[in-house]
Structures are given as C-alpha cells and as structure tokens.
C-alpha cells in the first residue's frame, strides 16, 4: 500500500529530475549559443554607465574598456549625484581619451526611480547605433564590444543581456546572492526566447544588457519602466511584449564584477528585486515558497527521519536529493562559483523565502529600501 510518505519522497524525485533537465538544458544552450568574436569595426557603439557613489569600483571598468580591440566606440558615464568623489575619479582616468565622456546627473524627478532615469539619460547623450549598458563595477575583458556586436549582428536580435562572472570580496556573500541563477535552474528555459512570444520568456542583467538605439527611439527609451526597481528585467519583458527578439548569453569569458559589495548589500540587493519579479503579486511567492520549502529543503531533516524509523520512502528521498544537488552544482560550476557553494542550497532557497516574505511586508507598508544612498520605495 502506497503511504503518504512514498508519495511525497517519489514527487520531490520528480522535482529534482526536472530541476535537473532543466539546468542541464540552460547550461548546453549557453555553451552553444554564443558566437566568438569576430566583428572588430561594425558600428558604432555606444557604452553607457551610470554611475552613483562608485568612486572605489569604476576605476577598473573605465580601464578595461580603453583597452578594447573593438575600433567604433564611444563611453559615456553619467555621474548620477554622486558625493563620493566619482566625478573627480572619472574625469582624471579618461583624461585625454577622446572616446571617454562624462556627464553630470539631473535631478531625479519623483515619477522616475533612479537607475532608470540615469539610462534615459544616457540614452539621450549617446550617438551610437548600439547602445551597451554596463553596470560601473563591471570588468571588461579586451573583446567584451567586439563579441557583443557579432553576436548581436549573428542572432539578428533587437536586445541581448547575459550572465557576467560574478565573484564577491566576502565568501559570506554565498549564503544568498546564488539564489539568482535560480531563473536559469527551473524558471526560464533560456532555448523558448527566441521562439516563444510569452512576455515572460526573456530575461535581462542590468550589468550586461544590449539594445539597438533605433528600439529605443520606437520605445522612447526606459519611460516604460521609469518606476521599476528591477528594469533590466521589467525592460526585457517590455520589449519582448512590444515583439522585439532577444538572446540572452554567457559572458563569463568576457565580463565579470562583484555581484554585491557586502551581505548587506546582498541582502537588501534581493529584497528589493524579489517581490516585483513576480509582477507584485503574493500568489507566485506561496507556490513558488510551497515547493522549495516542500522539495527542497524539507527532505533533509525528513530523509534522516526515515532513515532511522527504516522507513522504505528513505531511499528515493535520498535519491531527490542528490538530483537537486547535482542541478544546482551544475548551473553554479557552469557559472564559475565554487563547487561547494552548491551544498549550501538549502540554506540559500530558505533565505530566499525568508527575504521574499520581508520584501512582501516592506513593500505593502511602503517603506522601501535603501539603496545606494536612496530610499526606494
């Protein structure tokens, strides 16, 4: 007779066999959709950075984009109000480049949240048919234009966006910013984006998205996501929504920077994205909650449970397990984080549901976070 436990143990085998073709799937399609770089003098591009208070981080940005071997390009930072010095910092490093400009920061009107209105602004200065927004704390490699334009031009795509390699100052920081790649391990089936008209089947990192300045001229640059938290994301489902075509890459071997600076950062980093992920709607979270809650954290303490009652559900309870490990290794080894990292998924999904639930709470009392100096509510 087939007991509640069997039933349980043999449905968390079942999510981890999808996590598991899932991961795998993303991974394979990575490997195989990026193009090498080929194109060294295509149009012109246009290299966009806001930056507010990154007086300690731009400096290896601005220096590995001198260093381009792409020939057409222009950079363009906007000091975004900066009181850190950023502005003093800019303008001694891109002294004498005339590729290099800097550009004070407006002030934030109340109906724009600030990264979105420092992009528009950007969009606005740059000349370029190619507009590459890049995060100021990202560090490109020698090839980062030249292989964004070929794959940009091969795909024949409207917009691109990617996974840079993220490192982190603080191992701590492991205890949650992996929970980002959940998307990429049972979320988004990278391989639909470019068949799949769903709004939802496109994904963006604000670190690393590539968009046609001619889209944005049709769009009136990021006015559609003026106050958005997470725009890279909100600006993806904007334009597939809108029928424009996207890729989404792996730019690890071309791209990489710090996800967060703290676990703090990392913290309130999640917590003000999390929520409007999911659109602000609470049901996604219940079930999304349900099933890591469920599935994959709850069969550790319940696999040792079994074990020693000599329960018969111990043993595929024990094989969910290493099915969700081994999902999880292979997105985080494909992503370059330790192979460790991967054992602590159980703590990494229940903070994930911990922050999820504050975000739920802080956004419905309208408290905001505080980011980067902002209160963002």
């Not at 899932?22 to 990026?34: C, E, P, R």
């Not at 806001?50 to 400096?59: K, L, Q, T, V």
């Not at 100021?136 to 996974?163: C, K």
């Not at 600006?235 to 071997?253: C, T």
Request: charge should be neutral; charged fraction near 20%.
């Amino acid at each position: 007779m087939t007991s509640g436990g069997d039933i349980y143990a043999w449905l968390a085998v079942a999510t981890g066999t999808y996590m598991l073709l899932f991961s795998l799937a993303n991974v394979l399609y990575l490997k195989w959709v990026s193009r090498k770089s080929g194109v060294q003098d295509g149009p012109l591009v246009s290299v966009l950075i806001p930056a507010r208070n990154e007086a300690d981080r731009i400096g290896p940005t601005l220096k590995g984009l001198a260093g381009q071997d792409y020939a057409n390009f222009e950079v363009i930072i906007l000091d975004d109000n900066s009181d850190d010095g950023t502005w003093e910092l800019v303008n001694k490093t891109i002294a004498g480049d005339n590729r290099f400009q800097v550009v004070r920061g407006e002030k934030l009107p109340e109906d724009w949240k600030g990264k979105p209105y420092a992009m528009q602004q950007l969009y606005h200065a740059a000349k370029g048919e190619i507009c590459l927004f890049l995060d100021a704390d990202m560090r490109p490699n020698p090839n980062l234009i030249s292989w964004t334009v070929t794959n940009m031009e091969y795909h024949d795509v409207q917009f691109l966006s990617g996974y840079p390699r993220h490192t982190t100052p603080v191992n701590l920081e492991y205890l949650l910013f992996p929970v980002m790649y959940m998307a990429t391990a049972c979320l988004l089936p990278l391989w639909l984006f470019r068949k799949s008209k769903t709004y939802m089947f496109s994904h963006a990192i604000g670190q690393f998205f590539c968009v046609r300045t001619k889209v944005l001229n049709e769009i009136d640059g990021f006015k559609p996501v003026r106050n958005k938290i997470n725009e890279d994301i909100q600006m993806a489902r904007f334009l597939k929504g809108a029928g424009y075509n996207q890729v989404f890459l792996d730019a690890k071997e071309h791209l990489s920077g710090n996800m967060y600076d703290s676990m703090d950062h990392a913290r309130m980093g999640i917590m003000r994205v999390v929520y409007e992920y999911f659109d602000n709607l609470v049901y996604p979270f219940i079930f999304m909650g349900f099933v890591m809650a469920a599935f994959l954290i709850a069969p550790f303490p319940m696999v040792i449970l079994a074990a020693v009652l000599g329960l018969a559900w111990a043993t595929p309870l024990a094989l969910s397990i290493v099915l969700v490990l081994t999902a999880w290794m292979l997105t985080l080894i494909d992503r370059k984080m330790p192979w460790y990292v991967a054992l602590l998924y159980p703590v990494n999904f229940g903070w994930t549901i911990v922050l999820s639930i504050q975000s739920i709470i802080l956004s419905k009392k309208g408290k905001g976070y505080q980011w980067k100096g902002r209160t963002v509510l």
